[in-house]
């Protein structure tokens, strides 16, 4: 009996060790299987993802290329002859508008700074080095104040009288350069949709012909002509927008500039006044 219960006991545990196997072994694989299964599901993701990237790359490539072709068929239907007109006023007048802005950007500085910084040495008498700093400043501002500042150190020229009238004087002068060239950009402005009113007559003139010659009044007949005319307006339209932006802006520019050197040229007058090399 004894004997029965060991065999039955070892036979039992076998069982048990083996079935503990089995599952531990169904447990690993379930587990290799989920691992698995989610590894192809990222896997998936990911080239779902990336072909919708391949795709939409493309995309927005044939949208881009799609408006640059458009502007070119427009400009190439538009009469090549009267669309190179127009362009050439935007580049013109953007070139001119450019510089503008460039030299009034460069002709900005700290005035009140500035002008501080030169009573400073006029009131500490030394005038030559008020001359050297308005020198080595660019502006119109340090070069009325450098016109002031001479008459103040000469012998001749150092009443007040004379040093006011020598800023008015550079103050005009100040205000020409500020304003050089914006009569062509006011020319451009003017000329870019007067360009795309001649095509439109022109393309008019096409349209009639075209009627002339098919004795027949069709929408077909005038489409070209009627189509160059409004191709040929729009874009001059549209360059004369852009070059009134411009403008407007450098407007807004030299204004501010002219306002500084009022109130720089009223500063000056009281600090020579209040210089003693200064004949009252």
């Not at 531990?24 to 896997?43: F, I, K, L, R």
């Not at 458009?70 to 090549?80: F, M, N, P, R, V």
């Not at 098919?214 to 307006?233: C, F």
Request: aromatic share 6%; charged share 20%.
């Amino acid at each position: 009996m004894k004997k029965l219960f060991a065999i039955i006991a070892m036979v039992a545990a076998c069982s048990f060790g083996a079935t503990s196997s089995v599952m531990a072994q169904e447990d690993d694989t379930a587990a290799t299987e989920v691992v698995d299964s989610a590894a192809v599901d990222t896997a998936a993701v990911e080239s779902a993802a990336e072909e919708e990237t391949v795709e939409a790359a493309p995309i927005v490539e044939e949208e881009n290329e799609g408006i640059f072709k458009t502007l070119k068929t427009k400009y190439i239907e538009g009469d090549a002859g009267f669309m190179s007109l127009v362009a050439i006023a935007l580049v013109l007048g953007l070139a001119f508008c450019i510089e503008r802005v460039v030299y009034l950007t460069l002709a900005q500085i700290n005035t009140r700074k500035f002008m501080k910084e030169l009573a400073d040495l006029v009131a500490a008498g030394k005038i030559a080095n008020a001359i050297e700093k308005c020198k080595g400043t660019r502006g119109p501002v340090a070069q009325v104040s450098r016109k002031a500042m001479e008459c103040l150190d000469s012998n001749d020229r150092n009443d007040i009288a004379t040093i006011e009238r020598t800023i008015n004087m550079e103050a005009e002068v100040q205000g020409t350069y500020l304003e050089e060239n914006c009569s062509w950009i006011t020319l451009f402005i003017a000329m870019a949709p007067s360009l795309g009113f001649l095509g439109t007559v022109i393309g008019m003139v096409m349209a009639f012909d075209d009627i002339q010659r098919a004795g027949d009044i069709s929408p077909t007949v005038v489409a070209g002509g009627m189509k160059v005319a409004l191709i040929t307006t729009i874009f001059g339209i549209i360059v004369a927008l852009v070059l009134q932006l411009f403008y407007n802006y450098i407007l807004s520019k030299v204004e501010a500039l002219t306002s500084n050197m009022e109130e720089a040229a009223q500063e000056l007058l009281v600090m020579c006044v209040k210089s003693d090399k200064c004949k009252k």
